[in-house]
């Protein structure tokens, strides 16, 4: 690992990229929230895959998140694809498009609500999504490299922990919220 990273990630104070960047402050700002530094790792996670994937692949990184979503979820329809994927609906629509144009994902009409169509991966598809998977674990063995193997399982189980707690959060919030709240919701 180069020095420069290793400076940005070993903090003993646990605050990700803060030390070497910013000078200390004495009172807390955006840099202590964990959402704050979880969008800034996610972020550059995707710039990671970005880099990865389309110059080898041809795709966004979020059409192989659409490809491997489709892979373990099977048939299913759009909202739902674009749910487990942590994307908008209309940001979904729009890659998934893109993605039946090229061959990569078939749609069929959906028996159940007419209205809406069903989505899965065409062979094309699965066979993309397999060769992108295994680069994507080379990837994310790189990002955790600085981690054992027990903290690796220990840093998932958080996160999922986390994920699950922050999702009941999320709905609680929605019960809540105003109509045109929710409608700007969908926008962003």
Do not use: C
């Not at 955006?30 to 041809?58: C, H, N, V, W």
């Not at 989505?119 to 397999?130: A, M």
């Not at 994310?140 to 999922?160: F, G, K, V, Y």
């Amino acid at each position: 690992m180069n020095k420069k990273v290793e400076n940005m990630t070993d903090r003993s104070d646990g605050n990700f990229f803060r030390g070497h960047l910013a000078p200390q402050k004495s009172e807390p700002d955006i840099r202590d929230l964990f959402s704050f530094e979880l969008q800034r790792l996610a972020g550059l996670s995707t710039r990671i895959a970005a880099l990865s994937i389309r110059p080898k692949y041809g795709i966004t990184a979020r059409e192989w998140r659409a490809l491997a979503v489709l892979k373990y979820l099977g048939e299913v329809p759009l909202q739902e694809l674009a749910k487990h994927s942590g994307l908008l609906k209309s940001q979904m629509s729009r890659t998934v498009s893109s993605m039946i144009e090229r061959g990569y994902i078939l749609k069929t009409a959906n028996p159940e609500d007419g209205r809406s169509i069903l989505l899965k991966l065409s062979p094309e598809g699965l066979d993309l999504s397999q060769a992108i998977l295994a680069d994507a674990f080379e990837r994310n063995e790189n990002m955790l490299s600085t981690l054992s193997h027990a903290e690796r399982q220990i840093l998932i189980e958080l996160l999922q922990r986390v994920g699950r707690n922050s999702a009941h959060y999320f709905h609680d919030l929605k019960t809540r919220a105003s109509q045109e709240d929710l409608r700007e919701l969908d926008e962003e």
